[in-house]
């Protein structure tokens, strides 16, 4: 994987090629990133780059007839470049000797002790096809289901035995650490070697909750925060590489929050009308009553969780643009005209205030439908908070 390869982050990018230029690449790196923000491209990419340099810095005769060996930032690739070097074909393969990798793991059977090497394969896949996937997304590709995925003991001691050899053929050795928040206290173990790493060896480690890491782990990296991916590279991404239509992928953006595993997962289910379940929705609410309230929570129950998080969801973003009209002109808000209309007629059944309080309560529901909440309760007493909430300012939302 090239840093071309990588959605966004072109700052993040160029900081990480000027850090192996001028020489100043750290030993232990840690990239936070919030899930679909690109953490793991992001350090792929670098990690595939780094060993894929030449072992040795150039050999030039000296004015007086000597060998001298150039300082090692005369050896620089631009990372545009590498994609021409032997290695880096090996690097991008996930098979080059000198790139390691830890992620969480499951034992096959009762009493195993995994490490991440017996998994080697599904990584390479997983990588391929699902680069912006997230540690659940990996954990059901190896068959955990409810399984918790662990960084074992076993794999700690594995890493101090790979990091002590000698590098094959790169300047240097990498270890991708993937979710250090699945290292418990067994990995206290790597505390000395992250510490004092052997020579021109580069720990990445990947993470999405810095609370969860180890404190005596974190304080030995260099943090590396890598933000939520902008509307437009998304938006792009969505086109280019999704094959979205523009319109499409506008909608997508809007919604996904910067997520663009959520925006892919969200593409799946493009087709699907949320604007008429939610204006049926809001007329149940303040016109038609109990029975239709029923009938649509039933409906909506039947959904799923994942189609249920993605309809309130879409509710949030609507609430939003209303907002930003309110505040910003509705010729500066860039929507279809029918979301744009909602939006407007959203803004008369509701104050900012109001409007606030609604989005609170959406979050809060998605939050519990990804517990598992049951889902006619949820929504049965979510119907009934709203109302609440815009009970003296009402208008039906018709076609």
Same mark, same amino acid.
């Given at each position: 994987?090239?840093?071309?390869?990588?959605?966004?982050?072109?700052? #993040? =990018?160029?900081?990480?090629?000027?850090?192996?230029?001028?020489?100043?690449?750290?030993?232990?790196?840690?990239?936070?990133?919030?899930?679909?923000?690109?953490?793991?491209?992001?350090?792929?990419?670098?990690?595939?780059?780094?060993?894929?340099?030449?072992?040795?810095?150039?050999?030039?005769?000296?004015?007086?007839?000597?060998?001298?060996?150039?300082?090692?930032?005369?050896?620089? #690739?631009p990372p545009e470049q590498i994609a021409s070097e032997v290695a880096y074909t090996r690097a991008a393969k996930l098979v080059h000797p000198d790139l390691h990798f830890t992620y969480p793991v499951i034992p096959r059977k009762s009493g195993d002790k995994p490490?991440?090497?017996?998994?080697?394969?599904?990584?390479?896949?997983? /990588?391929?096809?699902?680069?912006?996937?997230? /540690?659940?997304?990996?954990?059901?590709?190896?068959?955990?289901?409810?399984?918790?995925?662990?960084?074992?003991?076993?794999?700690?001691?594995? %890493?101090?035995?790979?990091?002590?050899?000698?590098?094959?053929?790169?300047?240097?050795?990498v270890l991708l650490l993937w979710m250090p928040e699945y290292l418990g206290k067994e990995g206290n173990k790597l505390l000395k070697l992250i510490e004092e790493p052997p020579a021109n060896t580069v720990f990445i480690l990947v993470a999405e909750n810095e609370?969860?890491?180890?404190?005596?782990?974190?304080?030995?990296?260099?943090?590396?925060?890598?933000?939520?991916?902008?509307?437009?590279?998304?938006?792009?991404?969505?086109?280019?590489?999704? *094959?979205?239509?523009?319109?499409?992928?506008?909608?997508?953006?809007?919604?996904?929050?910067?997520?663009?595993?959520?925006?892919?997962?969200?593409?799946?289910?493009?087709?699907?009308?949320?604007?008429?379940?939610?204006?049926?929705?809001?007329?149940?609410?303040?016109?038609?009553?109990?029975?239709? $309230?029923?009938?649509?929570?039933?409906?909506?129950?039947?959904?799923?969780?994942?189609?249920?998080?993605?309809?309130?969801?879409?509710?949030?973003?609507?609430?939003?643009?209303?907002?930003?009209?309110?505040?910003?002109?509705?010729? $500066? #808000? *860039? /929507?279809?005209?029918?979301? =744009?209309?909602?939006?407007?007629?959203?803004?008369?059944?509701?104050?900012?205030?109001?409007?606030?309080?609604?989005?609170?309560?959406?979050?809060?529901?998605?939050?519990? #439908?990804?517990?598992?909440?049951?889902?006619?309760?949820?929504?049965?007493?979510?119907?009934?908070?709203?109302?609440? %909430?815009?009970?003296?300012?009402?208008? %039906?939302?018709?076609?």
């Amino acid at each position: 994987m090239l840093f071309s390869d990588v959605i966004g982050h072109h700052s #993040i =990018k160029q900081h990480l090629a000027e850090m192996v230029e001028h020489n100043r690449l750290s030993h232990a790196l840690l990239f936070l990133a919030k899930e679909g923000a690109g953490g793991l491209p992001l350090a792929l990419a670098f990690a595939q780059y780094i060993v894929s340099l030449p072992a040795e810095a150039p050999v030039v005769e000296d004015l007086f007839g000597g060998m001298t060996a150039l300082e090692p930032t005369s050896g620089f #690739i631009p990372p545009e470049q590498i994609a021409s070097e032997v290695a880096y074909t090996r690097a991008a393969k996930l098979v080059h000797p000198d790139l390691h990798f830890t992620y969480p793991v499951i034992p096959r059977k009762s009493g195993d002790k995994p490490i991440s090497a017996d998994y080697i394969e599904e990584w390479r896949s997983f /990588v391929e096809t699902m680069p912006y996937g997230n /540690v659940y997304d990996w954990l059901q590709s190896i068959g955990a289901e409810n399984k918790q995925g662990n960084i074992t003991a076993e794999e700690c001691n594995q %890493i101090m035995r790979e990091l002590n050899l000698k590098s094959f053929e790169s300047r240097y050795k990498v270890l991708l650490l993937w979710m250090p928040e699945y290292l418990g206290k067994e990995g206290n173990k790597l505390l000395k070697l992250i510490e004092e790493p052997p020579a021109n060896t580069v720990f990445i480690l990947v993470a999405e909750n810095e609370e969860m890491i180890l404190p005596t782990i974190l304080s030995r990296c260099q943090l590396v925060r890598i933000p939520a991916l902008e509307d437009a590279d998304i938006e792009k991404a969505l086109i280019e590489r999704a *094959k979205a239509s523009e319109e499409t992928a506008r909608q997508i953006t809007g919604i996904c929050e910067g997520n663009y595993r959520e925006a892919l997962h969200l593409l799946q289910h493009a087709d699907e009308d949320w604007q008429s379940l939610l204006r049926e929705w809001l007329n149940a609410m303040l016109k038609t009553g109990p029975a239709a $309230q029923l009938k649509f929570i039933d409906e909506v129950s039947r959904l799923g969780r994942e189609k249920q998080k993605q309809f309130l969801r879409y509710f949030n973003h609507l609430l939003e643009q209303s907002i930003r009209i309110r505040v910003m002109g509705e010729e $500066q #808000i *860039k /929507v279809a005209a029918e979301e =744009k209309d909602f939006a407007k007629r959203l803004n008369k059944i509701a104050s900012v205030s109001q409007q606030e309080c609604m989005i609170e309560e959406l979050d809060k529901a998605a939050y519990y #439908i990804e517990r598992n909440a049951h889902a006619k309760m949820l929504f049965q007493a979510l119907t009934i908070k709203l109302y609440h %909430i815009i009970q003296n300012k009402t208008l %039906i939302l018709s076609n």
